[in-house]
């Protein structure tokens, strides 16, 4: 493993083990995460993805689990010593009373004895830039909020640079669709790399979700069902390094588009002090300051996906 990889990969993945195509019970997410969390790959992952209406159902199956809980069932006897867990979790049952159940939760779950997990992170489905501003208006101080708008190249009836520029200059990021269970949910490659130019350009950290599974680009089954249909998927290697691309050198749009369609897994050379693709370099500290800054994480419903096909390549 090159310190350059792990620079870009280190807490990128958001575990979504409840939504499509994996969508566990709660009991099986939970405890994937936890396997995850105490996994040899453990530095990648990042936040448990739930809902707000489930918040409930998932503090009784994590509660073995939860650092400094004093589970009977000897599940964690040295869970004083772990750090808390981190959520991050979606706004579904409506604006205000997720809010207030967020806070109750935060509020139960900050004693030791009570099975320590935090929500920092908020994440919300908008339409029109006006629910962006009402929403960060009454957002706590304590919640960073993720928002998913339309996407569509500049010019287009979804051009998302309004989105965009509503959240510059906000404690808040943007939040773009991958993919999901059917081929259309796939966006294009020009319509990210829009998305991702927007970003840059106003200085609006993002995240992903669903549809990055692999680390590269490349056709594969849209869900884990025998006979499923397939379709052209993006690597979450290829969006991230993009945006680093993006955020630190500006390349040209012709570029940004070969590397989020490369799908040659020998054109990237991963080093300690710099990766390089096709000849362009970014050095790990370049690389860091765009996973800090910009590039921050991506929601996926599985966490063995994208490290088997790391270590499938050699990467890992």
Not at 125 to 144: C, R, T, Y
Not at 191 to 207: G, R, S, Y
Not at 260 to 289: K, M, Y
Request: with cysteine; net charge negative.
């Amino acid at each position: 493993m090159t310190e350059s990889l792990r620079t870009l990969l280190t807490g990128i993945v958001d575990y979504a083990g409840l939504f499509p195509p994996a969508k566990l019970d709660m009991q099986s997410a939970v405890e994937a995460y936890n396997r995850a969390k105490i996994g040899e790959n453990a530095w990648m992952l990042g936040r448990f993805i739930c809902p707000a209406s489930r918040l409930s159902e998932f503090e009784t199956c994590a509660a073995p689990f939860l650092p400094g809980t004093f589970a009977t069932s000897g599940y964690r006897e040295h869970a004083g010593n772990a750090e808390p867990w981190r959520l991050s979790v979606l706004l579904d049952n409506g604006f205000r009373d997720a809010l207030a159940t967020i806070a109750a939760f935060n509020i139960r779950h900050e004693p030791l004895d009570h099975g320590q997990a935090f929500i920092d992170c908020v994440e919300s489905k908008v339409e029109n830039v006006n629910q962006i501003d009402g929403a960060l208006e009454e957002m706590p101080d304590n919640l960073f909020p993720f928002f998913e708008f339309p996407v569509g190249v500049v010019g287009s009836p979804k051009d998302c640079r309004g989105f965009v520029a509503a959240l510059a200059g906000e404690h808040a990021a943007a939040k773009i669709r991958t993919g999901g269970i059917q081929a259309g949910a796939f966006p294009p490659a020009d319509e990210v790399i829009a998305f991702l130019n927007a970003c840059a350009a106003a200085e609006v950290p993002f995240k992903a979700t669903a549809g990055l599974h692999h680390p590269l680009r490349g056709y594969h089954a849209l869900t884990y069902e025998q006979g499923s249909a397939g379709c052209e998927m993006h690597g979450f290697i290829n969006v991230f390094l993009a945006a680093a691309f993006i955020r630190i050198k500006g390349p040209s749009e012709k570029e940004t588009t070969a590397l989020l369609t490369e799908e040659e897994p020998d054109n990237f050379t991963w080093c300690d002090e710099v990766v390089s693709w096709r000849g362009h370099g970014l050095e790990t500290g370049q690389i860091a300051a765009a996973r800090e800054q910009f590039a921050l994480s991506f929601g996926s419903c599985s966490f063995d996906d994208p490290t088997s096909d790391l270590r499938k390549l050699g990467w890992l």
